[in-house]
């Protein structure tokens, strides 16, 4: 339990940092310039970039058998990709900020859920997974209060309808940037706190991730995870629609804030749940539920109807995240476990890029609504692949 704790702690506070900044970079982005079609490319080429280093992070881990290194060094890069946002005088240096940042996610995250998976027995693997989550949101939820807290300090809260409206705020999104750097020392400051769970012996073979060594279920899962992905696109389209429904600065912060309390408090019980019933129902529940809120986001006409839709997306990703993590090391090969967590997070990353790209590309030719229609038909296409695969 020491270890969940610790790197729960971490996590929280990263979060605190990363939740800081992560609901205004759309709106950061239009200031300095970008539109709808350059957001989705740098999203996507960021995370699907990290993504793939997810992959390679897990085989070194579980080759050197060793966790603690690789997860202190990509919580590093975050902290370092933070500083490059902050110092942006143009949008290519966010950028390069956020592909930094994602890349220290790619780096950190199989090692660190490796880490995680062997600090809890089979039986409680997704509470384990699940109480990670609840506090990684946790301080995901506390970052947004303190922006929406600074903004107001700030007296900010002007309407933000145009490009050259937000652009009085830049001083105020590099402020905000600026203090996330410090939770984000203090996260890395506190996982030197943890045990390391691996033999620190290097195996003397070269590890064989073979997709036919791999469980059938397995394999099935995999594509379908592939397959959702796709439509999966940046949270900065939701909030972007927010902000062209009416939504001030603060008011999209307010949203997004609404999102990660209901993620935070039902992260913990859906993985205790998933240890019970079992790993399906939540997943096939998680992405039903995604679908449903991106039809919803396409359809909706007004500002009104996005608190409710933003509320239930946060039931998505708490039935969703924790659980696949809890299921892949529930029937990966005993020395691949770190291996595996990578590839399922560098396929999800596989498909973030275009799913990003083709959001923005939908957005600017045919109008927002078409993006979150064909967002929530992959959704539901993924719903009923999990239902007949699992």
């Known amino acids: 339990m020491w270890n969940i704790i610790i790197a729960g702690l971490t996590s929280l506070f990263t979060d605190i940092s990363s939740e800081m900044i992560y609901p205004i970079i759309s709106l950061y982005l239009i200031a300095l310039g970008a539109g709808p079609a350059l957001i989705g490319m740098i999203e996507g080429i960021a995370e699907s970039t990290a993504s793939l280093v997810k ?13 603690k290194p690789l997860a202190i060094l990509g919580y590093s890069f975050s902290t370092a990709g933070k500083f490059f946002m902050w110092a942006a005088g143009g949008w290519i240096f966010v950028f390069a900020g956020r592909t ?131 439509g999966n696109s940046s949270n900065q389209f939701l909030l972007i629609r927010a902000k062209d429904l009416g939504f001030s600065v603060e008011g999209v912060l307010l949203m997004y804030l609404v999102y990660n309390v209901v993620y935070d408090v039902f992260s913990w019980p859906a993985g205790r749940l998933s240890d019970k019933i079992g790993r399906k129902a939540l997943i096939v529940a998680g992405y039903a539920i995604y679908a449903i809120v991106y039809f919803g986001f396409g359809l909706a006409g007004s500002s009104s109807a996005l608190w409710a839709l933003f509320s239930v997306y946060g039931l998505s990703t708490a039935f969703t995240e924790g659980v696949e993590k809890a299921l892949v090391t529930d029937i990966a090969p005993g020395d ?27 957005w600017d030719a045919v109008g927002p609504q078409y993006t979150f229609y064909f967002g929530g038909l992959m959704g539901a296409v993924a719903a009923i692949g999990m239902l007949i695969v699992l």
């Open 55 to 67: 992959v390679f992070s897990g085989a070194w881990s579980d080759k050197i058998r060793r966790r």
């Open 100 to 230: 930094l940042d994602r890349l220290g996610k790619g780096i950190r995250t199989a090692p660190r859920d490796a880490l995680i998976a062997e600090s809890s027995n089979a039986e409680q693997r997704g509470a384990s997974f699940g109480l990670h989550r609840a506090m990684d949101t946790l301080g995901a939820t506390i970052g947004v209060i303190l922006a929406i807290v600074i903004m107001r300090h700030l007296n900010l809260n002007r309407g933000l309808h145009t490009a050259q409206n937000l652009r009085s705020y830049l001083p105020a999104f590099r402020y905000i940037i600026l203090l996330s750097l410090a939770p984000a020392a203090a996260g890395i400051a506190i996982l030197f706190l943890v045990k390391e769970t691996g033999t620190g012996k290097p195996l003397a073979r070269t590890l064989s991730l073979k997709w036919s060594r791999l469980d059938r279920k397995l394999k099935a899962f995999l594509i379908v995870t592939l397959l959702f992905a796709l």
């Open 336 to 362: 691949l476990k770190a291996t595996l967590i990578g590839l399922h997070a560098t396929l999800v990353g596989i498909g973030l890029f275009p799913a990003s790209l083709l959001a923005g590309l939908i």
